[in-house]
């Protein structure tokens, strides 16, 4: 875990990591069918509800989104998603975090093996913590990290229709987009 600023650090506490499969088919005329996955990890916290950005850390980048949770909340659901962009005719697939990071990979394990590919940081019954950046899934295939920044209710603030971080964090950091009103973006690492 990483720090954000000088946030509150309220306990939170994971209550569920599961994968969850998706029959799916493509293709025009229709292909076998094959399945999709997305693993899902419920994060609540009982102090006081909770924001949440997702990133996720690729070769050199540092994509973020905060539009999934918008409204502050006991319980945070944090969703990484595959999709293959053609079952039959390449391993290029789309990770999808929320609803703003879209990234592309190409990697046979992420495609038949995803369970084997990406791999949960977290357990059921972790304790973390409000007012830090905690790495939750790691895709040992491709190298790349993915993140969740969560804030307590009392360190954010409503801009119009976004929300802030209520004390701005230092311009040079990487999580400096949290101060200001971009849903979604990059930062160059």
Not at 27 to 35: E, G, L, N, Q, T
Not at 159 to 171: A, D, I
Request: a neutral charge.
């Amino acid at each position: 875990m990483r720090p954000l600023g000088r946030c509150r650090q309220v306990p939170v506490v994971v209550t569920r990591v599961e994968w969850i499969a998706k029959q799916a088919r493509t293709r025009i005329p229709p292909a076998p069918v094959h399945d999709e996955w997305h693993l899902e990890i419920d994060l609540l916290c009982e102090a006081e509800p909770v924001r949440a950005a997702a990133m996720l850390v690729t070769d050199g980048e540092l994509l973020h989104t905060r539009g999934w949770a918008d409204k502050p909340s006991a319980t945070v659901r944090y969703r990484v998603d595959l999709f293959p962009f053609d079952w039959d005719g390449s391993d290029e697939m789309q990770v999808a975090i929320g609803s703003g990071i879209r990234a592309a990979a190409t990697s046979a394990a992420l495609k038949h093996q995803p369970q084997q590919a990406v791999r949960p940081l977290v357990q059921v019954g972790d304790r973390l913590t409000t007012g830090a950046v905690v790495d939750v899934v790691a895709f040992d295939d491709i190298g790349w990290t993915a993140q969740v920044a969560l804030l307590a209710e009392t360190d954010t603030k409503n801009v119009r229709t976004r929300w802030h971080v209520r004390l701005p964090l230092e311009q040079a950091s990487l999580h400096a987009f949290l101060s200001t009103g971009r849903r979604s973006g990059t930062v160059a690492l």
